[in-house]
């Protein structure tokens, strides 16, 4: 048996019978676990509150025999509290979590804390569709496969307006006009210049910054974290 200290992200629960819950949570050290929990869903169960999508919470684990389980809570909060009135925003929050779900993979200290402060500032925003794309493209950048935007990816010039010829989601970057005979691009150079900015600004600064249909961009920069990751 061993004793882990550790934090975690509940991301879902699923009901087993009548009695038992088991969550899949997002931890700080040990990263995407599943966790059972006996008799959970008694109304009376001590755990119960905290173990619902959303909540963060701190304690001791043990694991047995290949399994996880839960022998203390010490402290929990509910990432999602400030805005659980806020439809908008909540279903903003489930977009976030089954995301970060889905394409999460392994234990990263930094992806842990970037989610947990990801839904906590959620509360804070007016500006829910960019919230979602710098969501998406810091996401893409400490999953490490940031593309090469701001350099051409075959002669490393700096791209700029004049230079810029095209970008490619299967090549990972842009090019420059004398390395590329097309102009068939997959991003504009304003689309560019746009993640540029949204990946530099804190998550608390991006609200009054004008992005043209960020829609657009989630929806592509979503299709290339799928092709990414997919085995
Ligand atoms: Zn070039």
Known sequence: MIFIKDEAIVLRKSEVGDKDLSITVYTKTLGKENIYVKGAQII????LPVL????????VLIRYKEKLYIKEIDKSYNLAYNY???LDKLKTAIWILETFDKYTLFPDKNMFTFLKKTLYFLSKTNNLENYK?????????????FPMISKCIKCEIDINSSNF????FKKRGSICKKCSKDKKTDLTYNQILDINKLLKKDL????????KNPESLIN???KYLESETSL
């Open 84 to 86: 659980t009135k806020d």
């Open 52 to 59: 619902q999508p959303f909540n963060w919470f701190k304690g």
């Open 133 to 145: 794309l710098s969501f998406v493209i810091k996401y893409i950048y400490l999953y490490g496969i």
């Open 220 to 222: 592509k920069l979503t």
């Open 44 to 47: 009376k169960h001590p755990f």
């Open 165 to 168: 010829a095209k970008f490619s």
């Open 204 to 211: 608390k600064e991006i609200d009054k910054i004008n992005i």
